[in-house]
């Protein structure tokens, strides 16, 4: 059975806006915004790695789907980043040209 907590979506002067979501789902996503900056971190000053962020992961929990990591690095420095992190797999994609850095 799922189990539901409320979340803070958007914070205002008078009240908050909130929202229902599984627990499973926001503690996963929370882990995976941690692996985030895990990578960014050990790959702040690596040469080759151009950014790195979190996108809409193809896993899903309770029809949700997750956030995941995401490095872009050159090739020659791709094999350097792990492809999972406490559990939370990694996506490594080529660097984009409207890259800002980590």
Same mark, same amino acid.
């Given at each position: 059975?799922?189990?539901?907590?409320?979340?803070?979506t958007?914070?205002?002067? #008078? @009240?908050?806006?909130?929202?229902?979501?599984?627990?499973?789902?926001? %503690?996963?996503?929370?882990?995976? &915004?941690? =692996? !985030?900056?895990?990578?960014?971190?050990?790959?702040? #000053? @690596?040469?080759?790695?151009?950014?790195?962020?979190?996108?809409?992961? %193809?896993?899903?929990?309770?029809? &949700?789907? =997750? !956030?995941?990591?995401?490095?872009?690095?050159?090739?020659?420095?791709?094999?350097?980043v792990?492809?999972?992190?406490?559990?939370?797999?990694?996506?490594?994609?080529?660097?984009?040209?409207?890259?800002?850095?980590?």
């Amino acid at each position: 059975m799922t189990e539901w907590i409320e979340i803070t979506t958007e914070e205002g002067p #008078d @009240e908050n806006a909130t929202e229902r979501v599984p627990r499973e789902w926001y %503690e996963y996503n929370q882990r995976a &915004k941690g =692996v !985030l900056e895990t990578l960014r971190e050990r790959f702040r #000053d @690596e040469p080759g790695v151009t950014g790195s962020g979190l996108r809409r992961g %193809e896993q899903t929990i309770a029809g &949700k789907h =997750v !956030l995941q990591p995401v490095v872009y690095a050159e090739e020659t420095v791709a094999q350097a980043v792990p492809d999972e992190v406490d559990g939370i797999p990694v996506r490594i994609e080529p660097p984009r040209g409207d890259a800002v850095g980590l």
